[in-house]
């Protein structure tokens, strides 16, 4: 795999692996794997992810705060319109107490 040396950039550097480190506790590690089909996971990697979502649920409906990410920097390129989806993405990160760098060609 071309990450072999480094980090693969979803599993160790996303909100969500941030996340699902501070909301799950020990968990199966993520580091090095390339998913290019939810066949990639095991059934306890999909009930995990499952599991950590539904804790999620009072932070994205406002109801509790996350400093998850408190420190981190999520960088986001567009280039194409996709206003909703860096929107989407935008609001997660605030909410796990991070900041977006945003690059959009268009």
Known sequence: SEWKDSE??????????????????????????????????????????LRTARKMVPI???????????G?????LFFEPSTRTRLSFESAMHRLGGRVLGFSSV
């Open 72 to 76: 981190k920097i999520l960088s986001t």
């Open 8 to 49: 693969p950039p979803f599993f160790t550097t996303s909100p969500w692996a941030a996340m699902l480190a501070e909301r799950s506790g020990p968990m199966p590690s993520f580091r090095g794997r390339d998913v290019l089909s939810i066949r990639d996971f095991s059934r306890a990697d999909i009930e995990l992810v």
């Open 60 to 70: 994205a409906a406002g109801k509790r705060v996350s400093k998850a990410l408190d």
